[in-house]
């Protein structure tokens, strides 16, 4: 069964650091660029960073760049989003979701989903 699971979620204060992690099961990433995701209460969900396949490109959305960094270790079969200086517009459910090779902000692009880990900035 193919799987993609977030954890690292939690309650931090504004300024704080969170790393949260993606990791698969029943199929490897070797092949697959990797977005991370959130979705904040009443709005849309948006795209935050992506890695692609070869690790060699990644992208930010203009809210975090400069702060969040996006990072993957196939070995492990995970992929990671450090983010630094938290601010509670970062408050949201984080997903990470997986499609070939390259990366894409449209939610309708990705293949696979996991189910999200909740990020809460807030002091």
């Known amino acids: 069964q193919l799987q993609l699971v977030e954890s690292g979620g939690g309650l931090v204060q504004p300024g704080g650091s969170l790393r949260l992690s993606c990791a698969a099961s029943g199929f490897t990433l070797d092949y697959y660029a990797i977005g991370w995701f959130r979705q904040a209460p009443g709005k849309e969900r948006e795209g935050v960073s992506c890695?692609?396949?070869?690790?060699?490109?990644?992208n930010y959305a203009d809210s975090v760049q400069g702060r969040f960094s996006i990072s993957r270790d196939n070995a492990k079969n995970t992929v990671y989003l450090q983010m630094n200086s938290l601010k509670p517009e970062d408050t949201a459910v984080y997903y990470c979701a997986a499609r070939p090779r390259y990366c894409s902000a449209n939610v309708n692009f990705m293949h696979y989903w996991g189910k999200g880990t909740l990020v809460t900035v807030s002091s």
């Open positions: 890695i692609a396949s070869s690790g060699g490109s990644t």
